[in-house]
């Protein structure tokens, strides 16, 4: 699957992961070949994968404080949460915040939480086939995962 196709189906969001519109989104995927799925969900690993560094993940939750007015840090949860919602929001918000952080900030509000796209690729390939699926891409698309964008965290 190409980059203009993963992000014309996460068009079909309407720039938010509500659980309506990632089943939305899993029933249109479900309905092209099984390759288009696995192409989805390998864009879909890549472009959170791209988002895990360092600079995105120590911004605090913007709506959210700590103990004595101290910003509230992001749990790893909560950050993939947040690539989520940015994916979510489309390809221009997803290439913009790369050059400006600040634009990655609103996504950290509990208010965006994106965690239904996560589901997408596995409920679209259970409509389109039957069968659960245990898959793997070939990135990783989990919270410190990405070693060059954490440099304080390689080995």
């Not at 913009?96 to 996504?107: E, G, H, L, M, R």
């Amino acid at each position: 699957m190409t980059w203009a196709d993963f992000w014309a189906l996460i068009v079909t969001l309407n720039g938010e992961a509500t659980e309506e519109s990632c089943q939305h989104l899993a029933e249109e995927l479900s309905r092209r070949p099984v390759s288009d799925i696995v192409g989805f969900a390998e864009r879909h690993a890549e472009a959170l994968y791209r988002l895990d560094q360092e600079k995105f993940g120590t911004l605090p939750v913007v709506d959210l404080t700590a103990r004595f007015g101290s910003p509230f840090p992001q749990s790893s949860d909560g950050f993939l949460y947040a690539r989520c919602a940015a994916v979510a929001a489309g390809q221009a918000v997803w290439e913009s915040v790369f050059f400006d952080v600040d634009k990655f900030a609103p996504y950290t509000s509990s208010e965006h939480d994106g965690e239904w796209l996560l589901y997408v690729p596995d409920k679209a390939y259970e409509l389109a086939t039957g069968e659960e699926w245990g898959r793997l891409t070939r990135y990783c698309f989990e919270s410190y995962s990405n070693r060059d964008g954490w440099p304080a965290l390689r080995d």
